[in-house]
Nanobody, 117 residues
Framework: QVQLVESGGGSVQAGGSLKLSCVAS????????MAWYRQIPGKQREFVAS?????RYSNSAKGRFTISRDNDKNTLYLNMTSLRTEDTAGYLC?????????????WGQGTQVTVSS
């Protein structure tokens, strides 16, 4: 079955950097577009960045975060710099956009990022 496993989260001070990874298995990695979202308890899941036919970023992520992938390692990355306290959230990777459902088919469990002032 498809598995997405995120790692790389942690606690960092404002202005710092973190690099998240998402290792995928159970499908042909290069066949699918992927994305990063973030979730704060009690709030709606928020789009961060996607990498498919094109690369897209949220306004908040633009200029600070970089999404990339290594198809040989079946891994998606999110390099986050100039972190702000408002970036504190659980970060989830997603794979394989479904046109029919208008959402990604597969989701990881998430990795927590905490940014302190």
């Amino acid at each position: 079955q498809v598995q997405l496993v995120e790692s790389g989260g942690g606690s960092v001070q404002a202005g710092g950097s973190l690099k998240l990874s998402c290792v995928a298995s159970g499908y042909v990695f290069s066949d699918c577009g992927m994305a990063w979202y973030r979730q704060i308890p009690g709030k709606q899941r928020e789009f961060v960045a996607s990498l498919g036919d094109s690369t897209r970023y949220s306004n908040s992520a633009k200029g600070r975060f970089t999404i990339s992938r290594d198809n040989d390692k079946n891994t998606l990355y999110l390099n986050m710099t100039s972190l702000r306290t408002e970036d504190t959230a659980g970060y989830l990777c997603a794979a394989c956009w479904s046109m029919k459902k208008a959402r990604y088919d597969y989701w990881g469990q998430g990795t927590q990022v905490t940014v302190s002032s």
